[in-house]
């Protein structure tokens, strides 16, 4: 499917990445959204608030983010697709229900542009502490999948892809900007309609009767429906059988719980979106996501005009996490340098692909200030000397 | 249960609504929510509801098992949180009934501020509350409807907090329709469902209901026949009653009836005028999905 040329803003514009965002999201189909406000992703609401009611969408700005969370699932059962935005605290309050759209495998988009934690913490500045949130927030074993824009551009152009893989894998997807990129002005070239990708959301073709909403017919995902097209189905957040119905025992739960982690793990290969540059024969590799993948890219640049052999992985793609792809930079790289935005989290699962076979340092950061490509380009000498 | 027939036409309307493959349900002997769940199907027999345009949303306790027992669309969310979740379907679903099924602590404790805002924004969905003055799911432990001085598990001295009026805090928040029964009043309860589901906007039916294993064992009230005789001694039937001489106190006179009845516009027909009335031919407005 294309996207609909009525509502694609088609052009070049000078936006920042919350308004981008907004627009990649209707781009991608998005026709209902819940929030609470919170800097610093407000915009991205704002910009929907004035935008859907031309587009036959609806806006409610719920009574907190706990009811944000749960109200646009409610909204694509009924068949619509919808997203959810919000920062720090609002993404705490949301937990409970990242589980539960995990659980009953609704296809969700959760925004969250992140700022400085932990509590209220820096509202307006910004931070990349959410990236183990989103993965672990929720109790239970559970995937997700996270991408992490870089600019604009990419709000727009990723945000439709976040859209597209939670129908094609029915997990929430994190779309996980920070405060920097939402409110980086930038170009964002929105293309016509016809060249944007959106993937509907795929009904069963099976008729009432001789359907279950939970079964496998093939693949790995059981196929939807909505309410109200007579199929008379059943959705919990306990552990259920193929017609959705509670089972609660250990072998139900070994089953479930499996299927809905797999259905992610297996296809970590395609899921994997990322940026790699010179890394066969460097002295040291940069592995970065977000804005400070592109500050660091600035420092790479400097160091290579220095006549250092640095290459850079920039992760898109945040989670599933993909070990063979790190392993693979470790095979042609001399060290690792993680840069991002907190006191060290992705550097865990770094360290962990990449076991003794090269050192991993760290460059990090309590958040609200972006790291200085100075102190990057500083890292790279220190570690190459 | 498999060896059923198949090819028999259900008479008994609660055999309709039920997925009888998932009976017999966990709800205890003597327990008040069946009842009140019979009642719903029969009052859905007597509306022109599609089953098929039926939604029924559930948060979780006993009572919250209600979604799962329904042979329609139907979602057992999480705690306190069916309303929200409600809004979505229901804006979603301009064509459908949303029903929410659940416990007084789930709609009152955990629920309580998305209960207000939703009464408050009119959306339209049939609230049922099942009001056992208890969590009966937790094991009996004290819920803003628990009156004072009766005991459960948390206040085992007996409760002292003040208590929630549910009709009179429902109808302050905007609600369209309110009514009050004990599922001893199953007639008038029925009546008041098949009003409330026929009705536009947000309506709500608080039920009074009986857990013989923990309210009333626990408070010496006897089983649910003792529990029945004291609705049926007890209570009074005062439609149009004002909602703030409804509250209730340990084993009190019960004022129940149709209290409420005053239709607005909802929050759909709210968003439809002034979007039309600012934006004229470039409001686009929501018609379901196609
Ligand atoms: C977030 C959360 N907190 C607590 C619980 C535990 N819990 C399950 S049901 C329930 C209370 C149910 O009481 P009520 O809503 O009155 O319904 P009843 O069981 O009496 O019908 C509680 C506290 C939970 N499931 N989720």
Sequence with gaps: ?385 | MSDAPTNSTPTNPVEKLLRMERIPHIWCPGCGVGTSVNCFARALDKTDIDYDNLHVVSGIGCTGRVAGYVNVDSFHTTHGRAIPFATGLAIARPEAKVVVYSGDGDLFAIGGNHLIHAARRNIDMTVICVNNFTYGMTGGQVTPTTPYSAKATTTPYGNFEDTFNLPNLVESCGAVYVARWTVYHVRKLIKSMTKALNTKGFSFIEVIAQCPTLYQRRNKLGDGVMALQYYKERSTVQNGAPTVDVGLDYQSDIIVGEFVDKPRPTFMDKYNTRMTEILGNKFVPYEGVK
């Design chain 1, 1 to 385: 499917m294309k996207a609909d040329p009525a509502a694609v803003a088609t052009g070049v514009h000078f936006i920042d990445g919350n308004e981008a965002c907004a627009e990649g999201a209707i781009a991608a189909g998005c026709r209902f959204a819940a929030g609470y406000p919170i800097t610093p992703s407000t915009e991205v609401v704002e910009h929907i608030a004035k935008r859907f009611p031309k587009l036959g969408g609806v806006f409610i700005q719920m009574e907190d983010e706990i009811a944000s969370s749960i109200c646009f699932q409610g909204a694509i059962w009924g068949g619509m697709k919808a997203m959810t935005v919000t920062s720090g605290p609002g993404l705490s309050l949301m937990m409970e229900h990242v589980g539960l759209a995990a659980m009953t495998e609704t296809p969700s988009v959760f925004v969250d542009v992140q700022r400085g934690g932990p509590s209220t913490g820096l509202p307006t500045l910004p931070g990349q502490q959410d990236v183990m949130q989103v993965r672990w927030g929720s109790h239970g074993d559970y995937e997700v999948i996270a991408l992490a824009p870089n600019s604009p551009q990419e709000c727009f152009d990723h945000i439709i892809t976040a859209f597209n893989l939670a129908e094609q894998y029915r997990v929430p997807v994190f779309f996980m900007m920070d405060e920097c990129i939402g409110h980086m002005l930038g170009k964002v070239r929105i293309p016509e309609a016809n060249q944007i990708d959106v993937r509907e959301r795929k009904f069963t073709e099976r008729p009432p009767g001789q359907y279950l909403p939970y079964e496998i017919y093939s693949g790995d995902q059981p196929e939807m429906v909505r309410a109200g097209m007579g199929y008379r189905i059943h959705t919990t957040g306990l552990t259920h059988d193929a017609r959705g119905y509670p089972e609660m025992n250990a072998q139900a739960q070994d089953k479930l719980i499996r299927r809905l982690c797999n259905k992610v793990l297996d296809h970590t290969e395609e899921l994997t979106l990322c940026e790699s540059d010179q890394i066969d024969g460097s002295d040291v590799t940069i592995i970065a996501y977000g804005i400070t993948a592109r500050v660091a890219a600035y420092a790479v640049e400097q160091a290579r005009q220095q006549g250092l052999k640095v290459g850079q992985l920039r992760l898109i793609t945040l989670w599933p996490f993909n070990d063979r792809l790190i392993r693979d930079v470790a095979q042609n790289t001399r060290s690792i340098i993680v840069a991002e935005m907190n006191l060290g989290q992705m550097v865990h699962e770094v360290r962990r692909a990449v076991g003794d076979k090269v050192p991993v340092h760290l460059i990090d950061s309590a958040g609200g200030a972006i790291i200085e490509p100075e102190t990057i380009l500083a890292k790279i000498k220190e570690v190459v000397s």
